[in-house]
């Protein structure tokens, strides 16, 4: 399917008027007059494609910037039609959601979505693809008066987030959050990697969506980390993808190395991004940039990731606080 087979002109999104019951729809505000104050948006992504500075931009689900295209969102899209839509339809709401609420909605989306054949698909395809008797994920938490140093420690799997490594995170940020003498915690990631993100091995061993989400519920590590993120100070090398990104995104400061690059690749999968990221990601670089990199699945550069406010400095060489690094 093309891209103008897909565009659409903005007056199909006038309150009363027939929703447009396509997979994806773009609009093109180089050509867009008059439009809706609050638009009937169609329960799939709406994207802007052209003048990114029209007053109707803001209302749609993401608008086209570099170094992402229409068609690399099509094809995407496309393959999760189930997915895409879930998607944002959730980044819509979250804005008006507190965090709390907001990580429940999350875990709600990504529930259903657990259950969804798109996703169903992906699981059986992978099947005998994932290499068994990986030792579990580790992670070193040490104290230095009043910093806390966390360090994702299983550099043999790019510090791949398991189980074992969710529940040591959630128990390390749950203590850091009742610590008030505490006043910064450094994340890291040992080797040459931050995180590859979940680990892909368990991907569907619950099978049951509603005790997937009461797990969540109690071991999510977003859940602490939220009442304590204003501490979180993060650096990132190499690979910062999935579950790491979403994680990192919590953070008051994230400083990138020269080679760090950042991506969300859940949309393939026929899930969302669901350890806390559509919360943490929206609240940092906002709704429509988050939209971007989800759908898309597309990986962006540290610089790119410096531009949009995602990090707030690239670091030549750190320390193991920063001090005395350069920054460019």
Same mark, same amino acid.
């Given at each position: 399917?093309?891209? &103008? $087979?897909?565009?659409?002109?903005?007056? !199909? #999104?006038? *309150?009363?008027?027939? %929703?447009?019951? +396509?997979?994806? /729809?773009?609009?093109?505000?180089?050509?867009?007059?008059?439009?809706?104050?609050?638009?009937?948006?169609?329960?799939?992504?709406?994207?802007?494609?052209?003048?990114?500075?029209?007053?109707?931009?803001?209302?749609?689900?993401?608008?086209?910037?570099?170094?992402?295209?229409?068609?690399?969102?099509?094809?995407?899209?496309?393959?999760?039609?189930?997915? &895409? $839509?879930?998607?944002?339809?959730?980044? !819509? #709401?979250? *804005?008006?959601?507190? %965090?709390?609420? +907001?990580?429940? /909605?999350?875990?709600?989306?990504?529930?259903?979505?657990?259950?969804?054949?798109?996703?169903?698909?992906?699981?059986?395809?992978?099947?005998?693809?994932?290499?068994?008797?990986?030792?579990?994920?580790?992670?070193?938490?040490?104290?230095?008066?009043?910093?806390?140093?966390?360090?994702?420690?299983?550099?043999?799997?790019?510090?791949?987030?398991?189980? &074992?490594?969710?529940?040591?995170?959630?128990?390390?940020?749950?203590?850091?959050?009742?610590?008030?003498?505490?006043?910064?915690?450094?994340?890291?990631?040992?080797?040459?990697?931050?995180?590859?993100?979940?680990?892909?091995?368990?991907?569907?061993?619950?099978?049951?969506?509603?005790?997937?989400?009461?797990?969540?519920?109690?071991?999510?590590?977003?859940?602490?980390?939220?009442?304590?993120?204003?501490?979180?100070?993060?650096?990132?090398?190499?690979?910062?993808?999935?579950?790491?990104?979403?994680?990192?995104?919590?953070?008051?400061?994230?400083?990138?190395?020269?080679?760090?690059?950042?991506?969300?690749?859940?949309?393939?999968?026929?899930?969302?991004?669901?350890?806390?990221?559509?919360?943490?990601?929206?609240?940092?670089?906002?709704?429509?940039?988050?939209?971007?990199?989800?759908?898309?699945?597309?990986?962006?550069?540290?610089?790119?990731?410096?531009?949009?406010?995602?990090?707030?400095?690239?670091?030549?060489?750190?320390?193991?606080?920063?001090?005395?690094?350069?920054?460019?």
């Amino acid at each position: 399917m093309d891209i &103008a $087979a897909l565009t659409i002109d903005a007056q !199909r #999104l006038w *309150p009363g008027e027939a %929703l447009w019951d +396509g997979p994806l /729809a773009f609009v093109d505000l180089d050509k867009t007059g008059e439009t809706p104050e609050h638009p009937a948006l169609p329960p799939c992504p709406v994207i802007g494609i052209g003048d990114s500075s029209h007053p109707f931009a803001a209302s749609l689900d993401a608008v086209i910037e570099p170094p992402f295209t229409a068609a690399g969102l099509v094809s995407q899209v496309l393959a999760m039609p189930s997915a &895409a $839509a879930v998607i944002v339809q959730l980044l !819509r #709401l979250l *804005p008006e959601l507190s %965090l709390e609420h +907001g990580l429940t /909605a999350e875990s709600f989306a990504y529930g259903l979505l657990q259950g969804s054949a798109e996703h169903r698909t992906w699981i059986a395809e992978r099947r005998g693809g994932d290499a068994g008797g990986r030792s579990p994920g580790s992670l070193a938490v040490e104290r230095d008066g009043d910093r806390l140093i966390v360090t994702l420690d299983h550099p043999a799997s790019s510090n791949s987030i398991d189980r &074992a490594m969710r529940d040591a995170l959630c128990d390390a940020f749950t203590l850091a959050a009742l610590d008030p003498d505490l006043r910064t915690i450094s994340l890291r990631g040992a080797g040459r990697t931050f995180s590859l993100g979940a680990e892909l091995g368990e991907f569907g061993t619950t099978k049951d969506p509603a005790t997937a989400h009461a797990i969540r519920a109690r071991t999510l590590p977003a859940r602490a980390l939220a009442r304590c993120a204003d501490k979180l100070e993060v650096h990132v090398q190499g690979g910062c993808v999935g579950a790491g990104l979403e994680i990192a995104a919590w953070a008051r400061r994230i400083t990138a190395a020269p080679d760090a690059w950042f991506q969300l690749p859940e949309l393939a999968m026929g899930i969302l991004p669901g350890a806390g990221g559509c919360v943490s990601l929206t609240r940092r670089i906002g709704r429509q940039r988050t939209a971007l990199l989800i759908l898309s699945g597309k990986r962006i550069s540290a610089r790119q990731a410096l531009a949009w406010g995602l990090v707030e400095a690239i670091i030549v060489q750190p320390s193991g606080d920063d001090s005395g690094a350069d920054e460019i």
